[in-house]
């Protein structure tokens, strides 16, 4: 296991902007298809009044950011959303409720949602706040695939954003969620006015687990209104892409989702970033309480990048001397060949 510092990852992030990319894009083409974008929908089954004090969060109880409170959704509706997501091309099913930590009167509802939606054939990821270790092994038994806890920014930063918990009822949550079998989903939000090395050193936290999240979610902030970061400043759109390139590099193996915040991103933006190895997304227009792209929207822009959601990984790693021109467009193949 490669051990990170924020050395090393400071010495990546200055690479000059065409050379950063090159590195990622070649690391990911050693361990990846190219072309290939896993597509995950993410509900929310219960929204509002959360007791956390998250600046950035829209459904914290102690901001007026008119998200109205409303209870657990009722199973029958969480299946049928995951169904419309299942045809729509999503294969992991996410599912978010405002909960510091669920309690152990929701837990039965819980491992039947999960049920449910693993029995149509999808892979299942929820947050819901902390775990203790007796409920991360209970989501394992019923088959829950996927955790998602980010850690948000970086440690030195966390006191300026949450004061409710701290940096390291995060990791032991991730620890407990990996004790009892399940994957990892974890990354962080950029533009809370965070340093450059508060985003860095984040990484090099979630690199050093071990393993590396199997999921890293790369946010931009979404501005609402009524949160204390509001008016946070703009984030550059190259310093962004930048991070990018760096998890790739730094966790080569995992997903890098290109999260939320895509809604005011240009097709341009978008596609840099999966040029520095981002190669999942969310997909449907709204991810909890935020917009994002229309799934036409997003499907536009797959073909004009030859993007196949549908392509799952290879079986073998691509070597990472891999030649440039190595993957074809799906739709291209035939007529590049006939002409070799």
């Not at 152990?104 to 449910?116: I, T, W």
Request: charged fraction near 25%; glycine fraction near 6%.
């Amino acid at each position: 296991m490669t051990r990170w510092t924020l050395a090393r990852a400071q010495a990546l992030y200055q690479l000059p902007f065409m050379e950063l990319l090159y590195q990622a894009q070649t690391v990911h083409r050693a361990h990846h298809d190219p072309q290939h974008i896993q597509i995950s929908t993410l509900l929310s089954i219960k929204t509002g009044a959360c007791p956390e004090d998250c600046k950035y969060c829209p459904q914290s109880a102690r901001y007026q950011t008119g998200v109205a409170r409303e209870t657990l959704l009722k199973i029958d509706d969480i299946v049928s959303a995951a169904e419309r997501a299942r045809a729509q091309g999503a294969t992991r099913f996410c599912m978010g409720a405002a909960w510091r930590d669920p309690k152990e009167k929701d837990m039965p509802y819980l491992v039947e949602v999960v049920r449910r939606v693993k029995a149509l054939g999808m892979e299942t990821c929820m947050t819901l706040g902390m775990l203790d270790e007796n409920k991360a092994q209970t989501l394992a038994d019923a088959g829950l695939d996927y955790y998602n806890h980010n850690l948000d920014t970086s440690r030195r930063y966390y006191g300026e954003i949450i004061t409710t918990r701290n940096y390291d009822d995060r990791l032991h949550t991730l620890q407990h969620v990996r004790n009892a079998g399940m994957k990892i989903c974890s990354g962080g939000i950029l533009g809370m006015g965070e340093e450059d090395d508060d985003r860095l050193a984040m990484l090099v936290e979630l690199a050093n687990l071990n393993p590396p999240p199997e999921s890293v979610p790369i946010n931009q902030l979404v501005r609402v209104r009524g949160t204390p970061l509001a008016q946070a400043d703009d984030l550059e759109p190259f310093d962004f892409i930048r991070v990018i390139a760096v998890a790739r590099i730094m966790m080569p193996a995992s997903a890098v989702r290109l999260s939320a915040g895509r809604e005011s991103m240009n097709e341009q933006m978008q596609a840099l970033c999966f040029m520095a190895g981002a190669n999942s997304i969310f997909y449907g227009c709204k991810l909890l309480t935020t917009p994002n792209p229309t799934e036409d929207r997003d499907a536009a822009l797959f073909a004009k990048l030859d993007l196949n959601p549908e392509m799952r990984q290879m079986a073998e790693a691509v070597p990472a001397t891999a030649a440039v021109g190595k993957y074809y467009p799906k739709k291209r193949h035939s007529a590049m060949r006939a002409e070799e």
